[in-house]
Structure formats: C-alpha cells, structure tokens
C-alpha cells in the first residue's frame, strides 16, 4: 500500500506562482515499485486530466496547456514529486491530485492524493 498527501495550495493572483508538493509512504517495498508520479486536476464540471507526470526512467510528459509555465520534479529517493506553476491563469483553477502508480510483477496499481486546491483569482 502507498499513501500520497498533497500540499501548497492556496490562492494565487494571475500571473502568480505556486508550488504543489507530493510526498508518497508506504513499506520500503511498496515505494520501491512506483513507476510514475504525476499531477493531475479536476476543475468543476470538468473531467480529471493530466497536467504533467514524471516517469522512474527520467522522461516526463506534460498536457499542451501548461508548457512552459510549469514544471515537475520528483526526487526517487525520497518519493516526492513537485510542481511548480508560473504564470498562474483563472483557466488552472482546479483541485490538484497527485497520483503515484505502482508497477511490480502482480500488475499496475495507481494510488491517489486527497487533492489540493488552487484557486487562481484577483
């Protein structure tokens, strides 16, 4: 089993910046099998969809909509995975989720944050 807990959101002005942090715990185990760690949000009245995620192999994935203006990070070795978001618009408020997916021999397993939220506004 693997818990993720989100924090740092909060209100931002346009054109503000915030940073979401993503820490995963779990056995050493269970930490040692997730494959990808990404950041996803669901404004209202809207699907679920991917901002960026960031792969065990290095290589990260981000939706056309935040490029340039965001940027994730994850450190392996601490199972954490940030993102930092720059030139804050209304269109990114959202509820932030972090998810960490779990890949070992048994199958695929995605684990999910509470969600933070991260309300762009003057």
């Known amino acids: 089993q693997v818990q993720v807990v989100e924090s740092g959101g909060g209100l931002v002005q346009p054109g503000g910046s915030l940073r979401l942090s993503c820490s995963a715990s779990?056995?050493?185990?269970?930490?040692?099998?997730?494959?990808?760690m990404g950041w996803y949000r669901q404004a209202p009245g809207k699907q679920r969809e991917l901002v960026a995620d960031?792969?065990?192999?290095?290589?990260?994935l981000y939706a056309d909509f935040v490029k340039g203006r965001f940027t994730i990070s994850r450190d392996n070795s601490k199972s954490t995975a940030d993102l930092q978001m720059n030139s804050l618009e209304s269109e990114d408020t959202a509820v932030y989720y972090c998810?960490?997916?779990?890949?070992?021999?048994?199958?695929?397993?995605?684990?999910w944050g509470q969600g933070t939220q991260v309300t762009v506004s003057s």
């Open positions: 998810k960490a997916t779990s890949t070992n021999t048994f199958g695929r397993r995605d684990y």
């Open positions: 779990g056995s050493s185990y269970s930490l040692s099998t997730i494959s990808t």
């Open positions: 960031f792969a065990r192999s290095g290589s990260q």
